[in-house]
């Protein structure tokens, strides 16, 4: 691509949903965030003649190709149009399947979407997910214990995107907030079964993500406590005296994403595990 390009067209082809392809487009094209990239995602792709329409598109609006095809009859022809095109394509799947090979010392099966089979795995994410959207905002407190992880923290902390991509990796996860003048409920202290993690931020960042979300709104106050730097110190304070009485560890997600803060949650309720597996009976 010439360097003074600022937009990339990305063809994204799959057998399957494309859920691969997207997630790897998302991580190398921050990597340019003065480019566009616009994706053209061309997903469930299992015939050759798929390929010749896909081809076309291609053609009209060249860029970069990235694919996810097991199958060679369907990759081949892919490779080969992508040639004349003089585009480049390349196979995201198959130098992790080279190692897979050369470590394991057998061919793979070359099942288009086998990662999406209905398997346990799949069951126990879809039930993690209704769980989690059940018990979200401190709903159903009755059934915290459950839950796996219990999520607290106040307003703008990224309780319910955090405990939904956890829910997504098939872990039962509620969340509550917390208000001030509103007790948190009494189930919360009194569950055994999961882990408690507490989130934070600084004070500037909640109040700048506050500012964002009711900007619009002509009811809010420039003074009101919701948006007051102080009360929203005192919030973080509140929530850190909370979880330092209770010995619930504390994350402060003011640099981190959300799969950074829910890899860090995993990492404490696998040593949480390992600590009680290592405990007498």
């Not at 329409?53 to 095809?69: A, Q, S």
């Not at 803060?261 to 309720?269: E, H, N, Q, V, Y």
């Amino acid at each position: 691509m010439k360097s003074e390009a600022r937009h990339l067209h990305l063809h994204l082809v799959s057998d399957a949903t494309g859920e691969t392809l997207l997630t790897t487009a998302k991580a190398a094209s921050a990597q340019y965030p003065s480019v566009t990239v616009i994706e053209h995602l061309h997903a469930m792709v299992r015939s050759p003649k798929q390929i010749e329409h896909i081809l076309g598109d291609i053609e009209r609006e060249p860029g970069i190709v990235l694919f996810t095809l097991v199958d060679r009859t369907i990759a081949d022809p892919l490779e080969a149009g992508c040639r004349e095109i003089a585009v480049p394509c390349f196979s995201v799947l198959d130098p992790v399947l080279q190692v897979f090979q050369s470590y394991l010392g057998a061919s793979r099966e070359g099942r288009a979407g086998a990662q999406h089979t209905l398997d346990g795995d799949y069951f126990r994410r879809i039930e993690a997910l209704t769980f989690t959207m059940m018990h979200d905002d401190g709903q159903l407190p009755e059934e915290l214990d459950l839950a796996e992880i219990v999520i607290i923290g106040v307003s703008r902390t990224s309780k319910t995107p955090t405990s939904i991509y956890l829910a997504n990796r098939g872990v039962r996860t509620a969340n509550i907030p917390i208000v001030p003048g509103v007790p948190l409920p009494e189930q919360l202290e009194a569950a055994r079964r999961p882990l408690i993690v507490g989130l934070v931020a600084t004070a500037d960042r909640i109040v700048q993500m506050r500012e964002n979300r009711v900007l619009a709104l002509s009811s809010f106050a420039a003074d009101d406590p919701y948006v007051d730097r102080a009360a929203v110190a005192n919030e973080i304070a509140t929530t850190r005296r909370i979880c330092a009485r209770n010995g619930w560890p504390v994350i402060d997600v003011t640099r981190r994403s959300i799969e950074e803060t829910a890899t860090a949650i995993l990492a404490l309720r696998r040593g949480n595990a390992a600590l009680k597996e290592g405990q007498p009976r």
